[in-house]
């Protein structure tokens, strides 16, 4: 296991009430129903703090938690596993640059990966600066290996991910900073649908999305996603899509077709 190169500078009683906090505001902002989602801090090199299975993200106790070790057994807590711990252990394996993880079924966002649809398009300068774009990870059964199989090619490069007919994911160096990432990108999903409905969002172009990209460093922020092709999709991109490429002789029976059809030739 990949040992954390973020510090520890909180008591174990402070990360347990910041969970308490930010699952109040997760459950208040409705990203969660009933007893859905699950949050976690690496308190250390071998222990995760973790929300229980069973209980409403709203409504913690800081009593409420179990720490597991590196290979999920509990080793502390009165409450029972959440199923999805695999998904973090294996987040935070991958991830050395994270201290925390959010996961919850925000419903505009889900909407999206329920949808079969990533949150790609370099619309609004925060996002790209923040989260580069939020891709859509592959339906996995939830307590299964497989929940996170199509997660994995994504959790290197990116902060945020859409899991496909289930929810999201967001990870960060605290649990603020995760909170915030899967704030951003529900934001991002209620603005991006209300473009659809307003007859289709329009992508900033190639140099205003790489301006942005190089503006990180000003703003102190450590995104990981940038400049991956795709990520996010630029005006020139959708252009292409709308080009189609055909040969001299192609082209000449097109032509012919097109004036035939109007009983020219
Ligand atoms: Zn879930």
């Known amino acids: 296991m990949v040992q954390s190169s973020v510090p520890m500078n909180k008591t174990e009683k402070e990360y347990?009430?910041?969970?308490?906090?930010?699952?109040?505001?997760?459950?208040?902002?409705?990203?969660?129903?009933a007893n859905d989602?699950?949050?976690?801090?690496?308190?250390?090199?071998?222990r995760i703090l973790a929300t229980p299975t069973g209980v409403s993200k709203g409504m913690m106790h800081v009593d409420d938690f179990?720490?597991?070790d590196m290979q999920g057994n509990k080793i502390e807590g009165r409450k029972e596993r959440t199923s999805e711990i695999a998904m973090h252990l294996t987040i935070y394996g991958m991830r050395p640059d994270i201290r925390s993880i959010v996961h919850a079924h925000?419903?505009?966002?889900?909407?999206?990966a329920t949808a079969g649809k990533p949150l790609n398009l370099a619309l609004l300068p925060e996002v790209i600066i923040g989260l580069g774009c939020v891709p859509l990870a592959d339906y996995g059964l939830p307590g299964t290996p497989a929940l996170t199989e199509g997660?994995?090619?994504?959790?290197p490069k990116y902060d945020?991910?859409?899991m496909g007919n289930h929810g999201a994911v967001c990870y960060g160096e605290d649990v603020y900073k995760a909170f915030f990432k899967m704030e951003t990108m529900e934001h991002f999903a209620r603005i991006t649908l209300v473009a659809e409905l307003l007859g289709g969002a329009k992508a900033l172009p190639r140099l205003e999305v790489d301006k942005l990209f190089d503006s990180r460093t000003r703003y102190g922020v450590k995104a990981k996603a940038g400049a991956l092709p795709g990520c996010p999709v630029v005006a020139e991109d959708l252009e292409d899509q709308d080009r189609f490429y055909v040969t001299r002789q192609e082209l000449i029976s097109l032509v012919d077709e097109a004036l035939k059809a109007r009983g020219v030739a």
């Not at 347990?16 to 129903?33: E, F, N, P, S, T």
């Not at 997660?151 to 959790?155: D, E, K």
């Open 16 to 33: 347990r009430q910041d969970i308490v906090d930010i699952g109040r505001l997760v459950y208040q902002k409705g990203w969660v129903a």
């Open 37 to 46: 989602g699950n949050i976690t801090i690496r308190l250390d090199q071998d």
């Open 66 to 68: 179990i720490i597991v």
């Open 106 to 112: 925000p419903p505009v966002a889900t909407g999206f």
């Open 151 to 155: 997660m994995l090619p994504y959790i």
């Open 160 to 162: 945020a991910i859409l």
